[in-house]
């Protein structure tokens, strides 16, 4: 069985950083794509970001050169860095894992963006 496990959320000020994590643990093939979504308050759950296994990533308009999705030292790990974070960041941040199975969801870790 597979599980996602996401850390690195947290409370910070505007302007401030923060590095999300998604390790996969159980019987998970090599990934060859993770995707990162946040959902905010009210609103619908939105893509943020890509990775593919080559390294090549996406990234919404809104967090283009302050958010950088890499792969981690553990195997198939992934991050998303976040910089200068702006209150309208405030969401819970999720990760998709897929491999050549299927995809996985992480459970979901709460940023706030707040003074």
């Known amino acids: 069985q597979v599980k996602l496990v996401q850390s690195g959320g947290g409370l910070v000020q505007p302007g401030e950083s923060l590095t999300l994590s998604c390790a996969p643990s159980g019987n998970v093939l090599n990934f060859y794509r993770t995707e990162w979504y946040r959902q905010a308050p009210g609103k619908q759950r939105e893509l943020v970001a890509t990775?593919?296994?080559?390294?090549?990533?996406t990234y919404i308009d809104a967090v283009k050169g302050r958010f950088t999705a890499s792969r981690g030292s553990a195997k198939n790990t992934v991050l998303l860095q976040m910089n200068s974070l702006k209150s309208e960041g405030t969401a819970v941040y999720y990760c998709?894992?897929?491999?050549?199975?299927?995809?996985?969801w992480g459970q979901g870790t709460q940023v706030t963006v707040a003074t």
């Open positions: 990775i593919e296994s080559s390294g090549a990533t």
């Open positions: 998709k894992y897929f491999d050549a199975r299927g995809y996985y």
